[in-house]
T-cell receptor
């Protein structure tokens, strides 16, 4: 499967623990986006990253949430000291570099469903 | 603020019925428009997209959408649905020249066999 790979598919954490969500973009894609979907709501933009750079994190909560996309390896969305309200589906998307044909559709992974006990 | 509205949250149809899902957005500038589908337990898949040109866009699996600029709408249609079209459908808007996607809340379609 050469698509966007997210793991784990399901993650259960207790309040106060840390959650790490991983995303490997499609081959040839250097742009990664993270979205959060709360029950009965649409996907909400969180952060946009390129390799080793955070381009836009305007959708990220100011505390406890961080994201990275290192030179090697997957992009990581980290949530520290999780609370019940963090329970949601977290989707990662990727796209090729801009300029390779203009705006390119984002391709989505299967998502990670995070449950906080 | 930019927003996308999908007014139908749940739609139930019988097989062979025609489908139209509404999508309206609020943004004054030029936009790119998308419909994504999410089958149960699967990831979002691109159904179709509009960047420019013919406002009637044909996508995969017999779906089409029409961009009506004056109405800020991008409704999804299919003349005859099948049981396998049961899924959740998301409309998304991206202001041209940006990377941000603004999603609607989704429409859950159930097709009865």
């Amino acid at each position: 499967n050469a698509g966007v790979m997210q793991n784990p598919r399901h993650l259960v954490r207790r309040r106060g623990q840390e959650a790490r969500l991983r995303c490997s973009p499609m081959k040839g894609h250097s742009h990664v986006y993270w979205y959060r979907q709360l029950p009965e709501e649409g996907l909400k933009f969180m952060v946009y990253l390129q390799k080793e750079n955070i381009i836009d994190e305007s959708g990220m909560p100011k505390e406890r949430f961080s994201a990275e996309f290192p030179k090697e390896g997957p992009s990581i969305l980290r949530i520290q000291q999780v609370v019940r309200g963090d329970s949601a589906a977290y989707f990662c998307a990727s796209s090729p570099p801009r300029g390779t044909g203009g705006n390119q559709p984002q391709h989505f992974g299967d998502g990670t469903r995070l449950s906080i006990l | 603020a930019q927003s996308v509205s999908q007014h139908n949250h749940h739609v139930i149809l019988s097989e062979a019925a025609s489908l139209e899902l509404g999508c309206n957005y609020s943004y004054g500038g030029t936009v790119n428009l998308f419909w994504y589908v999410q089958y149960p337990g699967q990831h979002l898949q691109l159904l179709l997209k509009y960047f420019s040109g013919d406002p009637l866009v044909k996508g995969i699996k017999g779906f089409e959408a029409e961009f009506i600029k004056s109405k800020f709408s991008f409704n999804l249609r299919k003349p005859s649905v099948q049981w396998s079209d049961t899924a959740e459908y998301f409309c998304a808007v991206s202001p041209q020249g940006t990377y941000k996607y603004i999603f609607g809340t989704g429409t859950r379609l159930k097709v009865l066999a």
